[in-house]
């Protein structure tokens, strides 16, 4: 059974950081790119970043550029996300995502998604 897990969301201040992971399970996730989505009350599901099999290419969106940091463990089946300079409008379900290509995966095609985990971001 394939199993992506997040973990590491929470509350925070504005200005503050949060990291999440996922570890990813039940297959062997080191050819696939991975990434994150989100997906805040009353809006669609959008994309976060995302980072190729070998970690060398990363993507993001442009309201988390130079704030956010995607990056993939050694073992290559856990990717990370560190959050800095957090703000009300990061508020959101993070939602761990992995396809075998990485461009299907920053056009929001996904394979496998995770449960998600709640951040939120207080002003």
């Known amino acids: 059974q394939v199993q992506l897990v997040e973990s590491g969301g929470g509350l925070v201040q504005a200005g503050g950081s949060l990291r999440l992971s996922c570890a990813a399970s039940g297959r062997t996730f080191s050819s696939y790119a991975m990434g994150w989505f989100r997906q805040a009350p009353g809006k669609e599901r959008e994309f976060v970043a995302a980072?190729?099999?070998?970690?060398?290419?990363?993507y993001y969106a442009d309201s988390v550029k130079g704030r956010f940091t995607i990056s993939r463990a050694s073992a290559k089946n856990t990717v990370n996300l560190q959050m800095n300079g957090l703000k009300p409008d990061d508020t959101a379900v993070y939602y761990c995502?992995?396809?075998?290509?990485?461009?299907?995966?920053?056009?929001?095609?996904?394979?496998?998604w995770g449960q998600g985990t709640q951040v939120t971001v207080s002003s």
């Open positions: 995502a992995a396809n075998l290509y990485l461009e299907r995966l920053r056009q929001s095609t996904v394979d496998y």
């Open positions: 980072i190729n099999w070998s970690g060398g290419t990363t």
